[in-house]
C-alpha cells in the first residue's frame, strides 16, 4: 500500500531527501547549544571570564543562525516534496478514474471519489510531510538528547529509563483507542458530501416542493454524526496533553532533586544542570512529537487505504493487445448477448438479444420502463461489456476495436445531457475539438439550434452557466445533437434526447438526419411513436427480451405492445417511462 502511493512522488524525491538532510542539520544545532550554554555559565560567567564569553556567545550565535537556516530550509523542502506528492497523487487518481468503466464507476458513489480526491488526499498529504520532517526530527532530538543525559550524568539518565517506555507505551495506547473513530469519520465524510451534491444538483425540485427543512435536516444529521465522532476522537487525544503535562513536571522534580545533590556532591556543575533541563524537554517533546506521528498515520490509514482502492481498481474494460484503429461502416450486430449488472446470471438486464442492424439504418426502439433500452445500447460503444455472448460493429467483436476508435465513432445522445460552463462553442467543439465554423453550423442546422443561437447576443459566443441552467430542456438537447453531430460518427444514437422538443421540431430533426446523412447508422429510444414511425425497423424490448423487430407497418399487425402504446398515444394517453 505505501509503495502504491509513494510512487506519486516521482520528481520531487529530491526536495523529499533534502527535507530530512536538513531537520538533521538542525537538531545537531540544537543539540551543541545547550552543551555551549553549560560552558558559557560554568568557565565564562561563574569564573567571569570575558574571553571564553564572547567565543561562546560567538559559537551560540552562529549555532542558532545555522540551526535557523536550516530549519527554514526544512520546512521549505517539506512543503515543495508534500504539496508536490498531493498534487501528483490527485492526478493519478484523477487520471485513474478518467479509464474507468461505468461498471467501476457504479462500485463507488461520485461523492466518495470526490471525497477521496480531496480530504483523503489531504490526510495522506499531512502525513507525508509530517513523516518526512517531524519524525526524523524526534527520533533524533530523542537519540542525542538521552546521550548527552548519560554523557553529563548517568543517574538522571536511568529517570528516563523509566519514564519514556511508560508514557511511549500510553501515548500508543491512546492513539490505538482513537483509531477507530477517525476511520468511522472518514466513511460519514462520503455521506456529507452525497447529501451535499444531491441538495444542490436537485435545488430547484426541493424548492419547488418547499423541502428546504426536509434537506437542512438530513445534513444536519450527517453533521452531527462527523462531529460526535471527532469530538470523542479528539477528546481521547486531548488526553496526550495531560499525560505529557504528568510526566515533564515529574522529571524536571527528578531531574532538580538528583541534579542538586549531585552538585552539593561535586558531581555536577550549574551549567551542566541548566543543559540536562533543556535535554529534559527535548526528550519528552520528542515523544510527544512521536505521539502526534502516530494519531496522525493513524488518521491518514484510512485515507490511505481508500486512496489505494481507486488506484488499485482495475477498468473491466480495456483494449486487448491488437486492437483495429478502423471501423469499416456502422453495421450492428447482437449475438446471443445476455448482460447483468452485477454477473448474476440469475438477474439478466439483457436476456439472449440476436439482431442484425444495416449500416445506415434508421432503428426505433420502443420499452417500458426497466425494459433495457438503453442497456441495450449501452453495449455498443462498450460504456458496458456483455455478461456473454458477443456485440459487433463493422462485422468485427467491439473488443477487437481501440476503446479510442470505437467511442469516435459512436456518438451518444442522452436524455439528460451535460453542457460545460464555456461558450456554446467550447461545448459543441467536444463533438470535433479541430471544427470550422462552417462544420459547427452545419450541424446546429441539422440539430435546429440555430433558430434560438441566432437569437442569442454572442450567438455561438453565448456563455452557458454552470448546470446549463441558462438554455432550456430543449435547447440543451437540440446542441447536445450537434455536439454529436460533429463528431460525423458512423453510429448514432438517441437515448430519447429528443423528449423536450415539440413534435414539429423532433420530426424535423429526424428528417434532417435522414436526408444528411443516410450513410449514419441511426438507434432512436423514444416514448412517442410518432419519433420511431419512419424508421425502417423498430425493436420492442420488454423484461430484457426482444419481443419483436420488423418494420412499423408490420409491428401495428404483429405486435400488441407496439399497437397499444400507439393506440394509447393516439387516445392522448402519454406513456412515462
Request: with cysteine.
Amino acid at each position: 500500500m505505501v509503495k502504491k502511493i509513494l510512487k506519486s512522488v516521482r520528481e520531487y524525491k529530491k526536495a523529499s531527501i533534502l527535507t530530512p538532510v536538513c531537520m538533521l542539520g538542525e537538531v545537531l544545532m540544537e543539540v551543541i547549544i545547550p552543551i555551549l550554554m553549560a560552558k558559557l555559565l560554568d568557565s565564562g560567567i561563574e569564573t567571569g571570564n570575558l574571553n571564553n564569553i564572547l567565543s561562546i556567545g560567538v559559537l551560540l550565535v552562529m549555532c542558532a543562525i545555522f540551526s535557523l537556516c536550516f530549519g527554514m530550509l526544512s520546512g521549505r523542502f517539506a512543503s515543495i516534496a508534500s504539496n508536490g506528492f498531493a498534487k501528483n497523487l490527485r492526478h493519478d487518481l484523477y487520471y485513474k478514474v478518467q479509464d474507468y468503466s461505468f461498471k467501476n464507476i457504479d462500485k463507488y458513489s461520485t461523492s466518495s471519489i470526490i471525497t477521496r480526491l480531496t480530504t483523503d488526499v489531504t490526510n495522506v498529504q499531512n502525513a507525508y510531510q509530517m513523516i518526512i520532517r517531524i519524525a526524523v526530527r524526534a527520533p533524533l532530538m530523542f537519540v542525542f538528547s538521552f546521550l548527552m543525559v548519560f554523557i553529563i550524568n548517568k543517574k538522571i539518565s536511568i529517570v528516563f529509563l523509566i519514564v519514556v517506555p511508560i508514557l511511549f507505551g500510553l501515548l500508543i495506547l491512546i492513539a490505538k483507542i482513537a483509531h477507530p473513530y477517525f476511520e468511522k469519520v472518514f466513511k460519514t465524510y462520503d455521506e456529507l458530501n452525497n447529501v451535499v451534491k444531491e441538495n444542490v444538483g436537485g435545488i430547484r425540485v426541493v424548492k419547488s416542493y418547499v423541502r428546504e427543512d426536509y434537506e437542512t435536516k438530513k445534513f444536519d444529521k450527517v453533521s452531527n454524526k462527523i462531529y460526535k465522532l471527532f469530538t470523542k476522537a479528539e477528546k481521547i487525544v486531548a488526553s496526550n496533553s495531560a499525560l505529557m503535562d504528568s510526566a515533564i513536571y515529574t522529571t524536571i522534580l527528578l531531574v532538580s532533586y538528583i541534579g542538586a545533590r549531585s552538585i552539593v556532591n561535586g558531581n555536577l556543575t550549574t551549567g551542566q544542570l541548566a543543559s540536562l533541563f533543556t535535554y529534559s524537554m527535548s526528550i519528552l517533546t520528542s515523544l510527544m512529537m512521536v505521539s502526534m506521528i502516530y494519531v496522525m498515520i493513524i488518521i491518514s490509514l484510512p485515507s490511505m487505504k481508500r486512496v489505494v482502492e481507486l488506484l488499485d481498481e482495475n477498468p473491466d474494460i480495456k483494449d486487448s493487445d491488437k486492437v483495429i484503429d478502423i471501423i469499416p461502416n456502422g453495421s450492428i450486430e447482437f449475438k446471443n448477448v445476455d448482460f447483468s449488472y452485477n454477473n448474476d446470471k440469475k438477474k439478466l438486464a439483457l436476456n439472449n438479444i440476436n439482431i442484425k442492424i444495416k449500416s445506415g439504418e434508421t432503428i426505433g426502439i420502443i420499452g417500458s420502463t426497466g425494459s433495457g433500452k438503453s442497456t441495450l445500447v449501452n453495449l455498443i460503444p462498450r460504456l458496458y461489456d456483455p455478461t456473454s455472448g458477443e456485440v459487433l460493429v463493422g462485422g468485427k467483436n467491439v473488443k477487437d476495436y481501440s476503446l479510442y476508435a470505437l467511442r469516435n465513432e459512436v456518438s451518444m445522445v442522452l436524455q439528460k445531457n451535460v453542457l460545460f460552463s464555456g461558450t456554446i462553442r467550447d461545448n459543441l467543439c467536444w463533438g470535433d475539438a479541430k471544427a470550422s465554423d462552417e462544420e459547427i453550423n452545419k450541424a446546429c442546422d441539422l440539430a435546429c439550434a440555430t433558430e434560438f443561437i441566432s437569437k442569442f447576443e454572442n450567438g455561438l459566443d453565448y456563455y452557458i452557466e454552470q448546470g446549463a441552467t441558462n438554455v432550456s430542456g430543449g435547447q440543451k438537447q437540440r446542441l447536445a445533437i450537434a455536439r454529436a453531430l460533429l463528431k460525423k460518427p458512423k453510429i448514432i444514437i438517441f437515448d430519447d434526447s429528443t423528449s423536450a422538443c415539440d413534435t414539429m421540431t423532433d420530426a424535423k430533426i429526424r428528417n434532417n438526419l435522414k436526408t444528411f446523412m443516410p450513410d449514419v447508422t441511426k438507434l432512436i429510444i423514444a416514448q412517442r411513436i410518432s419519433s420511431v414511425e419512419d424508421a425502417d425497423k423498430v425493436i420492442v424490448i420488454d423484461e430484457g427480451k426482444i419481443v419483436d423487430f420488423d418494420t412499423p407497418e408490420h409491428l401495428m399487425k404483429t405486435s400488441k405492445i407496439y399497437k397499444e402504446i400507439n393506440d394509447s398515444q393516439k387516445k392522448g394517453v402519454t406513456l412515462n417511462e
